[in-house]
C-alpha cells in the first residue's frame, strides 16, 4: 500500500512532486491522519445520459461510507459512461474505448484498489476489462435493476416488454397513442432493465465470477439492499488491499467456468458470451466460444425471469438472488475459486427448504437448454451463437431461401417493401453489422417484415453477424464470424440461397457448393479493389459517415466477436500477449 505518494508526477524532483501532492491534498483538507489510510478509487460512471444510474449519488455514498469505516480513504473519479440507448451506433463501439479510459485513470492516479460503479449494459464489461489490466484489487458494484411498472393491470417492464408492444404495434394491434401510454410504465425507476437483459446478466456474472460482494447483483437501484451491498463492497475492498487480494487471483479459468454456467442457468443474454471471451483474455486466461459453450452446455435456465421466463429481476432477489441460485447449481461449480471477500465461492451459496418461485431447481427447470449454443459451418468457419432458450423449438432446425440485407441501412430500407419476396420459411440475412463494419449493434433481432407480422408471423430464422439485445427473443444466429467485412462468407450470400439451421447439431451451412462461392469470392474482391476499402467508404469511413480518430482505431485494431471484440494492439515488447497489468 502506498496511497497518495504512490506514481509520482514527473516534475524531475520527487521530493518536490511529494510536497506539490500535500498542497493540493491540503487544499481538499486531508491531514496526515487522512493520508495513512489505504486510498480506494471509486470509478464513477454517472452521467445524465444514462438514467440507469440516476440513483449513483446515494450509492457512491454508500460506497464511501463502507471504504471509511473500514479505515480507507475514498476517493470518487470520473469515468466515460455507455448510455445503451443514447450511443450512436452501439455502446458496444465504445466498450473497449471505455476499457481503456478506465485502465489509464487506475494506473495513472494514486489508488491502492478501486471500487467500479456502473450497471448499463457495456460499462460493467468495459469496467472488469480496464481494471484487470490494471491489475489492482478491484470491486464491482452494479446500479441494481429497476422497479417494474403497471400497464393495464399487467405488470411491464424495460426492455423484454417494450419489444412485445413494439411487435404488437408492428402487427397493427396498438397504434400510437397506447404504445405511447405504455411507454410510461415500462421504466418507471432508476436502475438497469429489471429483466435477464446483459446488464443483469453482467451483474450476475461479476458476482458469480467474485469479484462482487455476495447478493449484490439483484437487489433494485431503489432499495436500501442496494445501499447496503455498496457499503459492503467499500469495506472489503480496503480487506482485498490489505490482503493483497489482486484481480488475477479471483478471475481464474475457474471463475469464468462459474460465471458461464450461471449464465446459462439465469438465462443470460448473448452478450456475456463476447464480454466473457474479452475478460479472459484481458485476464491472460485462455477461455474461447468452445470453453464458454462446454461450460453452459446441459446446463437448464433455472431462472423463471423475462425474455426466456415470466419474471423480474425483483421477483429473483425476493427469492434468494445469486446466492440461492448458487446453491442449485453447486454441482456444476468450481467451488474452491476463491473471491475478493477471502472467501471461496462455495461459501456463498445459500440452501433453502425447497426451491422458490422464481429460483427453480435442476429437476424443475424453467427451461431444459439455457445455454448459448456455437454454431459453426460454412456459413460461419470461425463459429456463431444461438439463444436456445430465446428461440422457437420449430425452428431450431430449418433450411430456408435468404433475403439478404446489404447493411442496417438497406434492412430500414427494404424490411416493410410489400415487395419484399419473404415468407415465413425464409432466413433474413443482415451482413456488415460485425465489429469492424458498424460496431457490432443490437440489431441481430431484425424486425419480422411488416406484412408477416400482421398475418401473425411473430419469429422467424434470422442470421448475422451483429448482436443481439439480451432482452430480445426468438431463432436468432448472432456473432457469424469472421464477419462479412472480414473476408466471411456472410459476404457471399444471395438473395434465394438456401440456409440450413440445426442448433441441435451446431451447424450453420449455406447450400453453395465450393466452386461458385470461389467465383463469387473472386467477384466480390474485384468489386472491393474498384471501390476502395472494404466495407467502408472510398476515404475509409464506415457506413455513418465517422472518420474520427477513435473510429479508425477501432476499425483497424478490433477483433472478430470469437475473440471477444476487444483491441488487438499485439504483443508486449517481450513477445507476450497483452494481459493484465500489475504494479
Ligand atoms: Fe441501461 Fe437497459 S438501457 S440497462
Known amino acids: 500500500m502506498s496511497g497518495f505518494l504512490e506514481g509520482l508526477t514527473d516534475y524531475g524532483d520527487a521530493e518536490f512532486s511529494a510536497f506539490l501532492r500535500g498542497v493540493f491534498l491540503a487544499s481538499a483538507g486531508f491531514d496526515e491522519q487522512d493520508l495513512d489510510r489505504p486510498v ?126 413494439w411487435s404488437r404495434h408492428r402487427a397493427g394491434e396498438l397504434d400510437r397513442a397506447e404504445v405511447a401510454e405504455a411507454a410510461a410504465a415500462l421504466a418507471p425507476t432508476g436502475g438497469t432493465c429489471m429483466v435477464m437483459g446483459t446488464a443483469s446478466t453482467m451483474a450476475c456474472l461479476v458476482e458469480a465470477m467474485g469479484v462482487a460482494v455476495s447478493g449484490s447483483a439483484t437487489p433494485a437501484a431503489p432499495t436500501g439492499a442496494r445501499l447496503a451491498s455498496g457499503a459492503r463492497a467499500g469495506r472489503v475492498i480496503v480487506e482485498a488491499i490489505c490482503a493483497g487480494r489482486r484481480p ?57 425471469c423475462k425474455p426466456i421466463g415470466r419474471g423480474y429481476l425483483t421477483d429473483f432477489d425476493a427469492d434468494g438472488g445469486v446466492p440461492a441460485l448458487l446453491a442449485e447449481l453447486a454441482d456444476l461449480l468450481r467451488l474452491e475459486a476463491p473471491t475478493i471477500d477471502g472467501r471461496p465461492l462455495g461459501a456463498r451459496l445459500r440452501h433453502r427448504d425447497r426451491p422458490l418461485g422464481t429460483v427453480r431447481g435442476l429437476t424443475d427447470p424453467v427451461h431444459p437448454d439455457g445455454g448459448v449454443s456455437v454454431l459453426r459451418g460454412s456459413l460461419a468457419p470461425e463459429g456463431a451463437v444461438i439463444k436456445t432458450g430465446a428461440a422457437s423449438p420449430a425452428l431450431l432446425t430449418h433450411t430456408g431461401p435468404a433475403v439478404v440485407f446489404d447493411s442496417l441501412a438497406d434492412l430500414a430500407a427494404r424490411i416493410d417493401d ?52 439480451g432482452t430480445a427473443f426468438g431463432t436468432v444466429v448472432l456473432h457469424v464470424s469472421p464477419e462479412a467485412t472480414r473476408g466471411g462468407p456472410l459476404a457471399l450470400v444471395r438473395d434465394g440461397d438456401p440456409i440450413t439451421l440445426d442448433a441441435g447439431r451446431g451447424l450453420l451451412d449455406l447450400g453453395v457448393g465450393d466452386a461458385e462461392l470461389a467465383r463469387r469470392r473472386a467477384e466480390l474482391a474485384a468489386s472491393e479493389t474498384r471501390k476502395g476499402l472494404r466495407g467502408n467508404d472510398s476515404r475509409g469511413n464506415d457506413s455513418r459517415g465517422n472518420d474520427s480518430r477513435w473510429a479508425r482505431l477501432h476499425r483497424r485494431y478490433v477483433g472478430q466477436a470469437h475473440q471477444g471484440a476487444d483491441l488487438d494492439v499485439g504483443a508486449d515488447s517481450d513477445g507476450s500477449p497483452a494481459r493484465a497489468g500489475g504494479r
Open 40 to 165: 480506494v478509487g471509486i470509478a464513477d460512471a454517472r452521467s445524465d445520459y444514462v438514467t440507469c444510474h440516476r440513483e449513483f449519488p446515494a450509492l457512491i455514498e454508500a460506497v464511501k461510507r463502507g471504504v471509511l469505516e473500514a479505515g480507507g480513504l475514498p476517493v470518487v473519479f470520473p469515468t466515460m459512461a455507455l448510455p445503451e440507448i443514447f450511443t450512436a451506433p452501439t455502446a458496444m463501439y465504445l466498450r473497449n474505448l471505455m476499457a481503456m479510459q478506465v485502465e489509464e485513470s487506475i494506473r495513472t492516479q494514486p489508488m491502492d484498489g478501486v471500487v467500479l460503479v456502473g450497471g448499463c449494459d457495456k460499462t460493467v464489461p468495459a469496467q472488469v476489462m480496464g481494471a484487470l489490466s490494471a491489475g489492482r484489487p478491484f470491486v464491482q458494484v452494479v446500479a441494481g435493476p429497476m422497479i417494474p411498472g403497471s400497464w393495464r393491470g399487467q405488470r411491464v417492464g424495460a426492455c423484454t416488454d417494450c419489444r412485445a408492444i
Open 248 to 304: 488475477a487471483g479471483i478471475v481464474t479459468s475457474d471463475a469464468l467456468h462459474n460465471a458461464a454456467v450461471v449464465c446459462a442457468a439465469i438465462g443470460g443474454s448473448t452478450n456475456a458470451v463476447v464480454h466473457l471471451i474479452a475478460i479472459a483474455r484481458r485476464a491472460g486466461i485462455e477461455f474461447t466460444l468452445d470453453d464458454v459453450a462446454a461450460a453452459m452446455r446441459g446446463v437448464p435456465v433455472l431462472v423463471d
Open 418 to 469: 410489400p415487395a419484399l419476396p419473404v415468407t415465413p420459411s425464409s432466413v433474413l440475412v443482415l451482413r456488415n453489422a460485425g465489429p469492424v463494419a458498424a460496431g457490432m449493434p443490437e440489431a441481430g433481432a431484425l424486425p419480422i417484415p411488416r406484412r408477416l407480422a400482421a398475418a401473425g408471423v411473430r419469429d422467424m430464422v434470422r442470421v448475422s453477424d451483429a448482436r443481439m439485445s
